[in-house]
């Protein structure tokens, strides 16, 4: 007797290719307007650039004096968007900007600042204002010779976790996310893309969509010639590199400085016993499987640190470095820093199979991006029926009101009260309202399973396994929480042991688990 015939799944509407803050975006944003997603990954979501940044926010004061002001405004208003919807992840942010002899004229900052405060409709941002670093807490550790500054606004993100949950909130809406799947061939038959993909195991597979979204960041270029639809310009790949050094001051405060050569670069409160320099701007020629911080930027951002700090650092107290390729639009700018960080969306349909690219774009507007790139789409994909509605829904976890932390912290340490103050604030800057789900009514470490190390538990590990596609100790450990930073090599062997249990139970029955 003949086996029956299945019929083969329809085509999804949206294939997303790259699960950066970009793809991830355009994932969730499409859909919730109604579509059938399909996001694949090569590696794990934030694998590449959206977990290489500089943590920030923000406008992007700097890009002001290079006349990028339709891109700073438009940054600029984000910030606040975003807040709202992940008050979780994001959270405002002082910065103290030092006023040094010889550089930029004290006028000339203040007139930039006026700016930053006026043009982007900022409402519950603090303003800028002047500061005197002899009495101010940020100016302590500081040599003498900074007298006078500036304290302004910008916010702080949780850069993968922006990608996760956008990636999660676009499976709850019935997308399907494909992590460790590399797509190796594109083409169009019969009006439909066809992708083929290869998974980490070895197998392959075969997707069909009515359209295809590049959104791979550094290596779009790569997957705009799998598509055979290579760009009539080209890309710049700049590298930008970060150290960690134990804290060099014990303020909430961040610092923006300025250079002898133009550059500037960031010092901010990180992880709770680290500080967090950064970046650099360098033309990656390399392979963008293996980025790493060169000795030379190493150096530079340590004696960048120096001009300005008390207390000197050298490269062997460099603890933690990570490095990050971003994709700029080749505008003809002879220095890297100069080069621009705006976007372009580029829409091919004329084969009748859509094919939506985004070049450039910084993290935070990727939201604004990816609203944008649904927009375009919507015009060639039925399916995409539903109104603009990403900046008004919270991420998951962030239905909270957005100086709402101190009161989900105290309701978590009321509830469980043997977490630890530490993990409670981690717990709430990770997950939010989510947490309860994992957390449950535990009033002890065994009723979540154990502890592994440093506040982590076996039930989060399980969370983040079952529900954030994690594969690996590092996507644990340096993508959804940081806790790599304090972590012994025993540490990680028991967290492997603790995961290897946990991924070798049977997927549940659930259709948007990202086991599926």
Partial sequence: MAEPMTAPPPPYDVIVIGGGVNGAGVARDAAGRGARVLLVEAGDLAQGTSSASTKLIHGGLRYLEHYEFTLVREALKEREVLWGIAPHIVRPMRFVLPYRDGLRPRWLLRLGLFLYDHIGGRKMLPATRSIDLRK??????????YVRGFEYSD???DDARLVLLNARDAADRGARIRTRTRAEAMRV??????????????????FTGR???????????DVQRLASAPPDFGMRLVRGSHI???KLFDHDYAYFFQLPDGRIFFAI???RDFTLIGTTDADHQGSLADIQASAGEIAYLCEGANQYFRAAITPADVVWTYSGVRPLIEDGSGRPEAATRGYRIDLDSDEGAPLLTIYGGKITSYRHVAEEAVDALAEVVPALKGKRWTGASPLPGGDFPADGAATLKAEYRLAHPFLPAATIDRIVKAYGT???????????????????????SAAEVEWMATREWAQTTDDI????????LHFSDADVERLAECLGAITAKPAPPEKSSPRT
């Fill in 136 to 145: 101010h807490p940020a100016g302590a550790p500081l040599e003498t010779r």
């Fill in 155 to 157: 916010g702080w993100v």
């Fill in 189 to 206: 038959e019969k009006g439909l893309w066809v992708v083929e993909a290869t998974g980490a195991n070895g197998r392959s597979y075969s």
């Fill in 211 to 221: 359209s295809l979204v590049n959104a791979a960041g550094p290596a779009v270029l």
């Fill in 244 to 246: 960690v050094v134990r």
């Fill in 269 to 271: 409160p990180y992880e």
């Fill in 434 to 456: 989510d947490a309860r789900r994992w957390l449950g009514g535990a009033q002890d470490w065994d009723a979540l399973g154990g502890e592994i190390a440093h506040g982590l």
């Fill in 477 to 484: 450990l340096w993508r959804r929480s940081k806790l790599g």
